[in-house]
């Protein structure tokens, strides 16, 4: 996969962002169910994924983490279809994944009789998925013949369907989703699908709007404003909820707002990182398996307070380059003392170190992905990954976050919406 750029920690504008993508269709006929819904049009959100440089597992039990967003991103784009069909009882809510390569449909009043008995949706605020919806969830997606191999998905499927109906009720819609990155390989696909979606739907909800004439890099995505993204990564955190059990809030946080940042207890720093560092980011290839998360230390303090170290001349520069290493190295052997590394990861490890490189696993457990350091080109590297059936995304670290689109995107496959 020739995949995209190299670098970066470097200064950016702390301007935080959405994009929604509208596309002129024949959508929304009649009365919403939330008087906020207004406007017939395909909303699309984008947000991205992220590598923590340090402090996975440990971040759970309230220890900081290190975390970049990276330009790989999973994009939601949000259909309301129109609610005449609700009247004639033949609406449906569509979901098209197209990663796994499956869809899925239910329609609008079994979710109506199965899913809103106890509460009635309201985006403003984001609230927990309780128990009993969960199960009523659960009895839902029974019905749907996954395959056996795809099993995995169902996390995100209830995650989706508590957030669709919590923010816009049972009324009909066609979503889809799509991303750039490998799905349960520590790149937090999981934050992102979360991300991307919340804000697809709270922008349908009219909950959440682009800042007028702030787009990101001419792209036609737009940026929205801290108070939106604030509510879009309290929602994300909600299904992050249901597909991690109880995930820290590190990884749909920085999805949501980009940048760097170190997270301790729910609590965002950003970093402002004063020279570009380039990673390489391996996909091992090997699911993963969730297993028991311990805590770590204080590796992350050191990691954060080096990024903002400005060093002016090469020496200084590969100075730091070489104590970041050193953290790194400490975290990976931490890790493999938590038995969350796995024999891929080490072959990785082992590749990587023969170029004199320091790499370390990223997000869960058990395979996934592993970032390296990386102080110079390394095609080599790259190639003799490759050569052995790795998957190699060169990255930059410290992006925008979430943003939406009003039109004129390149959403899935290069499609325009
Ligand atoms: N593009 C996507 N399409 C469908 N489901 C997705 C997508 N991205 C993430 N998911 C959901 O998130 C889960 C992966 O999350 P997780 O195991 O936390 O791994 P990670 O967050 O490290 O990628 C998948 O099993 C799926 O339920
Ligand atoms: C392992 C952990 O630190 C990161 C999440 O892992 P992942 O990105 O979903 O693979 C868990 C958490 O912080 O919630
Ligand atoms: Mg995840």
């Keep these: 996969?020739?995949?995209?750029?190299?670098?970066?920690?470097?200064?950016?504008?702390?301007?935080?962002?959405?994009?929604?993508?509208?596309?002129?269709?024949?959508?929304v006929a009649g009365e919403s169910p939330s008087s906020r819904i207004s406007s017939p049009q395909r909303r699309s959100a984008s947000s991205e994924s992220e590598i923590i440089l340090a402090g996975e597992h440990a971040v759970v039990h309230g220890s900081a983490a290190v975390a970049a967003a990276i330009d790989l991103y999973t994009r939601c784009s949000l259909r309301l279809l129109p609610l005449a069909d609700d009247e004639a009882g033949a609406a449906v809510l569509e979901l098209d994944l197209r990663d796994p390569g499956l869809t899925f449909s239910w329609p609008c009043a079994q979710l109506r009789e199965a899913l809103l008995t106890e509460e009635v949706a309201g985006a403003q605020e984001a609230r927990p998925c309780s128990p009993d919806r969960l199960a009523s969830i659960a009895r839902l997606l029974e019905e749907h013949e996954i395959p056996e191999a795809k099993v995995w998905l169902s996390a995100g499927l209830s995650a989706f369907l508590f957030l669709y109906t919590s923010?816009?009720?049972?009324?009909?819609?066609k979503v889809t989703v799509s991303s750039d990155l490998p799905m349960g390989s520590g790149l937090g696909s999981s934050a992102a699908f979360c991300v991307s979606m919340s804000g697809a739907l709270l922008t349908a909800a009219g909950m959440v709007a682009a800042v007028d004439g702030i787009s990101s890099k001419g792209t036609g995505w737009e940026l929205v404003g801290k108070d939106d993204l604030e509510l879009v990564n309290q929602w994300a955190f909600q299904g992050e909820k249901i597909i991690h059990g109880k995930p820290s809030g590190i990884d749909n946080t920085v999805s949501t707002f980009g940048s760097m940042i170190k997270f301790k207890k729910g609590e965002l720093t950003n970093l402002k990182s004063r020279n570009p560092i380039k990673m390489l980011i391996t996909d091992t290839r090997v699911g993963r398996n969730k297993k028991a998360l311990v805590?770590?230390?204080?590796?992350?303090?050191?990691?954060?307070?080096?990024?903002?170290?400005?060093?002016?001349?090469?020496?200084?520069?590969?100075?730091?380059?070489?104590?970041?290493?050193?953290?790194?190295?400490?975290?990976?052997?931490?890790?493999?003392?938590?038995?969350?590394?796995?024999?891929?990861?080490?072959?990785?490890?082992?590749?990587?170190?023969?170029?004199?490189?320091?790499?370390?696993?990223?997000?869960?457990?058990?395979?996934?992905?592993?970032?390296?350091?990386?102080?110079?080109?390394?095609?080599?590297?790259?190639?003799?990954?490759?050569?052995?059936?790795?998957?190699?995304?060169?990255?930059?670290?410290?992006?925008?976050?979430?943003?939406?689109?009003?039109?004129?995107?390149?959403?899935f496959n290069g499609d325009v919406v």
């Design 295 to 411: 805590a770590v230390n204080s590796i992350s303090e050191e990691v954060s307070s080096l990024v903002e170290l400005a060093a002016n001349d090469e020496i200084a520069i590969t100075s730091k380059e070489e104590k970041l290493a050193e953290l790194m190295e400490m975290n990976q052997g931490l890790l493999q003392c938590m038995g969350v590394s796995h024999s891929s990861i080490e072959t990785v490890l082992r590749t990587t170190l023969k170029f004199n490189l320091v790499s370390k696993l990223t997000g869960a457990e058990g395979g996934g992905c592993v970032l390296t350091l990386i102080p110079t080109l390394l095609e080599k590297v790259i190639a003799e990954l490759e050569s052995q059936s790795f998957r190699c995304f060169i990255v930059e670290v410290g992006g925008q976050g979430f943003q939406v689109c009003q039109g004129g995107c390149s959403c």
């Design 167 to 173: 923010i816009l009720g049972c009324r009909p819609g």
């Design 1 to 27: 996969m020739g995949r995209v750029l190299g670098l970066v920690w470097e200064k950016r504008p702390r301007v935080w962002g959405l994009l929604v993508c509208a596309v002129v269709g024949a959508f």
